[in-house]
């Protein structure tokens, strides 16, 4: 979908968007609902680069939906095994997998915004659904324009940075909570995660199809079906602290995502697809529902550290294939073969 067929289709359903708006002309949409970067592209009437779910363009549908069904750039809040699963997980058809209205679309209010930024301040709660207590939090989300990280040539470009700052307010002893970063693309796109080593995966559920997702000796690589209802997770021993997406456009034409995110040794990551199994997963990957999932999660914090900030770059490119490879070269130290 077009990009500026985003922006109307989110304006008729009065959504609150704001654009930024880069000098080389590239443009980004957050919206309050769910603080999500929901459109993001080259120029104002180029392709959407990340997935859009096509129901928004009917008359009402997109009226009371949280953001997870919109697509784009999400926060959310992990882990999952104690603010998403009612009861042992049920992977195959997630039956008992529930967005908490605190987590998405949460109750964002705009603190500050112009062609440059946009900053987003959100206080929140979410029930444990192990134990029925509940955590208190506090979340500042500011999305800003960026110049490109590398010298381009014939590449077409869309960047930002994404701030955030989380604060515990109150949670029983032994909580805890994670910045859980959310990309969507579409069906035939190709993440490509660079790892320091051979890939070894953690798979979480359902990635039987082996064709689909490859180990590595130095990266690991999905082609992304949108129909396996599959996840896995690599921890932090293994990232370099860049990820990737490719997806085809018209006429032999390529966009990606590249994400630059912190990395943090000694700190606690807290997701996985169990507690018992949490051991230091920073990013995973997910197909189904017709998109493909880049994720990344933050050190968590609890009620003995309870403030954690930090930042990463999303950048968006289009060109050919041979253009593109060129930029993850430099910024991935891998290609997308």
């Not at 939090?137 to 994404?162: D, Q, T, W």
């Not at 996840?231 to 990232?239: E, N, P, R, T």
């Not at 590249?258 to 990013?283: C, E, K, L, T």
């Not at 609890?302 to 593109?324: M, R």
């Amino acid at each position: 979908m077009k990009y500026r067929k985003v922006i109307e289709h989110l304006r008729s359903a009065d959504l609150s968007v704001h654009e930024l708006v880069s000098p080389s002309g590239g443009r980004a949409a957050v919206t309050t609902v769910g603080g999500c970067l929901a459109g993001l592209c080259v120029e104002e009437e180029s392709e959407n680069i990340p997935y859009v779910n096509e129901a928004i363009s009917q008359p009402g549908w997109l009226r009371g939906k949280a953001s997870s069904q919109i697509g784009g750039v999400r926060l959310w809040f992990a882990p999952e095994y104690a603010y998403f699963w009612r009861g042992k997980p049920d992977a195959r058809t997630l039956s008992n997998h529930e967005i908490q209205q605190g987590c998405d679309p949460g109750s964002y209010a705009i603190t500050h915004a112009d062609e440059k930024s946009v900053r987003m301040e959100m206080t929140a709660s979410l029930e444990d659904f192990r134990d029925g207590t509940r955590v208190e939090f506090a979340v500042e989300r500011v999305i800003s324009s960026v110049p490109p990280p590398v010298k381009l040539v014939g590449v077409r470009y869309m960047g930002v940075r994404l701030q955030h700052r989380l604060q515990l307010l109150r949670a029983p002893s032994g909580k805890r909570l994670d910045l859980w970063h959310l990309l969507q693309m579409p069906a035939g796109s190709r993440l490509l995660v660079p790892t320091r080593q051979p890939a070894k995966p953690q798979v979480y559920f359902n990635a039987f199809h082996h064709d689909d997702w490859r180990a590595e000796e130095d990266a690991l690589r999905w082609n992304f079906r949108g129909t396996d209802i599959a996840k896995l997770g690599l921890d932090i021993s293994q990232v370099t602290g860049c990820a990737g997406v490719l997806r085809p456009l018209a006429r032999g034409r390529f966009a990606a995502m590249i994400w630059q995110f912190p990395v943090a040794p000694g700190m606690v990551y807290a997701d996985g697809p169990s507690a018992a199994r949490a051991n230091n997963q920073i990013i995973q990957a997910w197909d189904g529902f017709g998109f493909g999932e880049l994720e990344y999660h933050s050190p968590s914090v609890s009620s003995e550290d309870p403030v954690y900030a930090e930042h990463s770059l999303l950048w968006g490119f289009c060109g050919s294939l041979k253009q593109i490879n060129a930029v993850a070269e430099q910024l991935l130290q891998r290609t997308w073969n």
